[in-house]
């Protein structure tokens, strides 16, 4: 428990002793104050705050709770002027724990919470036949961290691609493929080469109505399983992935499933059915529809006028078949806020057709919009960033950086790797999702800052703090722990598993960058105003034990969000 939860017990545990029979109603916790110095004490508990429901004056409470707080081995507690003022007992927290940590350094913040439950968590859902871009930055990046928390709070997660890669488009760029394109440039230019390829399909689509019925015809191909059509397809799948691998693989990020729309394509003729049989569907222009009137949102789009499915009844499909398929507890779809609509549709159309668990089980994680230096993208207004290029360039930049000032480092590729990929996802993870991301190279790649590289940089210091000390043999005197500078890390080791466990419950990962920050400045402020590898042996040891037990605890932060640790920097 989070050191301050202990002393609210301690105070409840107090009022209860000193006042039987007495409920005041009041959260502790919440009332606990944190007083100026700390020579007042580590808290304050005001106790004229209970006056009203005890009916005594806040000196005497304060006296009467004093007298029954008995617990030496966690604070000594002094009543000033109505003000019951708490000491910890600093050497027994500073034992207590470092040897909770360090009993199993790389699973401090992993819990039992998800134990028997499974989560699916959908992410990335890139679309085919296009560039990777910054746009997909937010939902990778998020979904990758949400994937790891989970699996550190013991829950069994799949997790999910749900690719984009249904729709009239690729018919015409099938029909575009066999009129202008050619195997060798396809495979040579990739994504690029079947965007021009569509592009020049629009155009001369124009003037030529005949280009749109091959198109067409191309999609229905598709559809019915002609086996050039899907060869053709699946190979324009397979090129525009071997692009998105390379960037996954630079983002260690992986999928247990890339079962996209195309895979759900013939799977909503049961959903049309069912809704059919549960009398949900209504005709509109030709259209079937669910009506949400009555849910304040507009029809849910199921069928068009041609019999077409929609994107709606693949996303009905798909929560049903993993429902079905995975037996989730959980089921998270990290996807821009702009879609928000479209999701408590067909939340709503799930519920209607009587799957109780889309109400509490299906959530849509969103996250606010991704604008780089200052200007929004736009595919049209040709601000493009493509995210192979923007991992590629922190590389660069972070390379730049280390040549300055690390001049000795043997393997500056290698970091340069880690601190420029670690600059980006640090930057999309620094805030609440829901927040408008600006991203700027300066604050990204700033090492003294709030950024990914400065927490990285004070990995790798912790790291050279061990290897200079070297073998200590003598055991720790946690005494040595006392000062205000260590007693802050030591807060922030003990909280981190509640940390951990509050951003699975929310969906929010910026509660472990910001856990691992906390940890870093701390430690930061800890290193320059004290002399860790002087004096006793036996103090040496302590702060020595704090240093590894910092370093650990960084390096689990750091993976959960998705950045690596290096060694040195
Ligand atoms: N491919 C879509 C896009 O890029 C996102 C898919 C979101 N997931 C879903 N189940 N609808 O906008």
Known sequence: MEIKALIAQTVEEAVKKAFPGVETGLSYEALLEVPPDSKMGDFAFPCFRLSKALRMAPPMIALKLGEAIDKPELCRAENVNGYLNF?????????????????????????????GKTACVEYSSINIAKRFHLGHLSTTVIGNSLK????????NTVSINHLGDWGTQFG????????????EEVEAGGVDEMTRLYVRFNQEAQDNAE??????????KIEDGDPEALEIFHWFKDVTLKDAMRVYDILGVHFDSYAGESFYADKTDRIVRELEEKNLLRESDGAKIVDLSEYDM????????DGATLYATRDLAAAIYRKETYHFDQSLYIVAY?????????????????YDWARDQCKHVAFGMVSYEGQGLSTRKGVMIYLDELLQKAQEKALEIIREKSPNLPNKEEVARQVGVGAVVYATLQNNRIKDIDFRWDRALNFDGETGPYVQYTFARCGA??????????????????????????????????????????????????????IAKAYNKYYYEHRILEGEAAAQAARVQLTDAVRAVIKTGLYLIGMEAPERM
């Not at 922030?492 to 929310?506: G, H, I, K, Q, S």
């Open 87 to 115: 000491f910890l007992n600093r050497e027994n927290f500073a034992r207590d724990t470092l040897q909770k940590v360090m009993a199993a350094p790389e699973k401090w913040g992993s819990g039992e919470e998800g134990r």
């Open 148 to 155: 790891r928390i989970y699996d550190f709070q013991g829950w």
């Open 172 to 183: 015409k760029m099938i029909a575009a493929y066999k009129r202008w394109g050619n195997k």
């Open 211 to 220: 280009l749109e019925d091959e198109g067409r015809a191309w999609f229905k």
């Open 298 to 305: 507009p029809p849910c789009l199921i069928l068009k006028s």
């Open 338 to 354: 702009q879609q928000d609509l479209h999701f408590r549709q067909f939340f709503k159309v799930l519920e209607l057709m009587g």
């Open 465 to 518: 703090v061990l290897r200079k000390a070297g073998e200590l043999d003598a055991a720790p005197d946690y005494g040595a722990l006392t000062d205000d500078e260590a007693q802050a890390v030591l807060r922030l080791l003990a909280r981190f598993p509640e940390d951990v466990r509050a951003a699975c419950r929310t969906n929010e990962p910026y509660m472990v960058t910001r856990a691992v920050t906390d």
